[in-house]
Structure formats: structure tokens, C-alpha cells
């Protein structure tokens, strides 16, 4: 069972904007929600989690839509 902590539009806009982040805010709420998985990285620092998906972001700006696409596909090989 995959547990995600959501982030809310206004603590994804303030972090965006103290780390001028210029983009997508929703795959940034993506990004810094999938991060906050990685609790042993990050020991649950919201700036963190925002770090690293900006960064992956910066690399691939659909990087979290592709993960996203890779766990409905799992899923939908579980239930086949």
C-alpha cells in the first residue's frame, strides 16, 4: 500500500515561490508528494521533498507524469 502525504495549493505556491520555481505548480505537488515517500532522505522537510522535485523537474519537466503512467500501468497488471 503506497501512503502519500498531499500537499495544499497554498504550500506548494509558497514554497515555489521561496525557491523561484517557475512551472508547473501541480507537478510540482506531484513531485514534492512522491518525494515525501523517500522520509529516510528527507526526514519529512517540505523544502526537501521541493528540492528534489524541482530538480527532477528541471531535468524532465513530465518526469512525475511518467511515473504517474508506470503505476497505473503496475496496477493494472496486478488485477490481469
Avoid: P, W
Avoid at 5 to 33: C, P, Y
Avoid at 36 to 64: C, F, P, Q, W
Amino acid at each position: 500500500m503506497i501512503i502519500r502525504k498531499a500537499f495544499t495549493e497554498k504550500q506548494v505556491e509558497n514554497v515555489a515561490r521561496r525557491l523561484n520555481f517557475i512551472g508547473d505548480l501541480e507537478s510540482l505537488a506531484i513531485g514534492m508528494t512522491i518525494e515525501s515517500e523517500r522520509d529516510d532522505i528527507t526526514h519529512g522537510s517540505v523544502m526537501l521533498n521541493a528540492h528534489i522535485a524541482i530538480r527532477h523537474l528541471k531535468e524532465n519537466k513530465y518526469y512525475y507524469g511518467k511515473i504517474k503512467m508506470e503505476e497505473k500501468v503496475r496496477c493494472t497488471e496486478r488485477k490481469n
